[in-house]
Each structure stands twice: as structure tokens, then as C-alpha cells.
């Protein structure tokens, strides 16, 4: 499958409901399996992403961040910029791809609800 018919397939398959896609692929897909595999893994890499959104991370405020320091799965690469809530950093996502991605790290004390 080309890039992207993957994104196109994967990008109709997020706008059925969860419980309708996989039916949808493998009608999509047509006895494809290499297609239907690439297009299921596309899928549970975003649903993997999704439910990292919701984890927190808790670190100490008295260890500030360093360049190999470990966030979740990403490991902080080096700083982009600071500014009044928090600070930026590069870092790599190995699983389930490998990327770059920039991370912002609140600053202790406006990581509450009361805020």
C-alpha cells in the first residue's frame, strides 16, 4: 500500500466508531492482509498515543530535567525554550515508531486544577 492510501484508509477508519472500524478495514482492504495488517497497526499506534495522553508523569521538582532523562517512553533530547508555564524539550519516541517530538514539562505548582 502506497503512504498514502494508508493515511487515507487509516483517516476514514477515524471517522467511524471504534467498534466499526476493523470491519471497515477488512472490507476496505479486500483480502489484503499486508494492506489490512499496515492499516490495523496504523490504528492501534493511535489508540496506543491516545491512551498515553491520559497517563500523568510525576517528577521530582528538586531533579530538573536533563538531556537522556526518561518522560514515559520519550527520552529528552535537549531543551527548546523555557517560558512562564513550563519548559520545551526535543525528544524520541521509539514504540511504537520511531520520532521526534516536543514535549512541554509544566512547572511545579501549575500542574493543579486550581490553577
Do not use: N
Not at 467511524?16 to 478495514?25: D, G, K, S, V, W
Request: hydrophobic share 40%; net charge negative; glycine share 8%.
Amino acid at each position: 500500500m502506497s503512504q498514502r492510501g494508508e493515511t487515507e484508509l487509516f483517516a476514514q477508519a477515524l471517522e467511524l466508531p471504534p467498534e466499526a472500524r476493523q470491519q471497515f478495514l477488512q472490507q476496505a482492504c479486500a483480502g489484503d492482509s499486508v494492506r489490512l495488517a499496515e492499516a490495523m497497526a496504523l490504528l492501534e499506534a493511535h489508540h496506543a498515543a491516545d491512551s498515553l495522553l491520559d497517563e500523568t508523569c510525576s517528577l521530582s521538582p528538586l531533579e530538573p530535567e536533563q538531556p537522556g532523562t526518561m518522560i514515559g517512553r520519550y527520552r529528552l533530547l535537549q531543551k527548546l525554550g523555557e517560558g512562564g508555564f513550563g519548559v520545551v524539550y526535543l525528544a524520541v519516541q521509539k514504540q511504537p515508531v520511531l520520532r521526534q517530538v516536543a514535549i512541554k514539562v509544566i512547572k511545579a505548582g501549575l500542574d493543579t486544577k486550581e490553577f
